[in-house]
């Protein structure tokens, strides 16, 4: 069981985080410029954190637990019954609104290769690869990266920024791209 002061600590860190994270980019956001901000010694924010990918992690948590409960028990499409190109479908738009909300953490957590580290991105990758499954799709293990690649927030940041398509564009131009599973 954490300890009071502890859980406190880890609060204060993780509110300082998600405010520094929400005003600049994660990559200009410093260990230091967040152990100030929560007003906690670098000591303090090391041992519980090693990096800003770790903090954008845990703020993420929350999200995407909530997004895998709702897959896995949620109403059809997005949970199970309906079939795999409708889920899929159903997949990309509720990506597609965790990354609106949060792309800021989603970038910050995942920081080169460690984007295919993190847990949420092996239930992702479990998910897409068992759709492909059900499809009938021939060597699923060699689509579910393609899959997955435009959800990099990265990507889903260009697609809103530089050619400034909107949230919903993008989600219809992905339901195009599951439906293909029908084929």
């Keep these: 069981m ?3 002061d502890a859980a406190h600590n880890r609060a204060r860190i993780l509110e300082a985080a998600a405010l520094l994270f929400a005003e600049r ?5 410093t260990m230091d410029d967040i152990a100030k901000k929560a007003g906690v010694g670098r000591g303090t924010l090391y041992r519980r954190y090693p990096d800003r990918a770790s903090i954008a992690v845990a703020l993420l948590d929350d999200h995407e637990r909530e997004l895998q409960e709702r897959l896995l028990r949620g109403d059809p499409p997005l949970g199970p019954g309906a079939p795999p190109a409708e889920r899929l479908a159903a997949f990309y738009a509720a ?5 609106e909300d949060h792309s800021h953490l989603v970038l910050g957590s995942e920081v080169g290769r460690s984007r295919f580290e993190t847990g949420a991105y092996g239930f992702w990758r479990a998910h897409v690869r068992t759709l492909l499954s059900a499809a009938g799709t021939p060597g699923p293990d060699a689509l579910v990266e393609v899959l997955l690649a435009p959800l990099a927030p990265e ?17 219809r131009a992905l339901a195009r791209l599951a439906r293909m599973l029908d084929r």
């Design 2 to 4: 954490e300890r009071a």
């Design 25 to 29: 980019p994660p990559q200009d956001v």
């Design 95 to 99: 990506m597609v609104r965790l990354l």
């Design 155 to 171: 990507v889903y940041g260009y697609q809103r920024r530089v050619l400034g398509l909107s949230p919903e564009q993008i989600a």
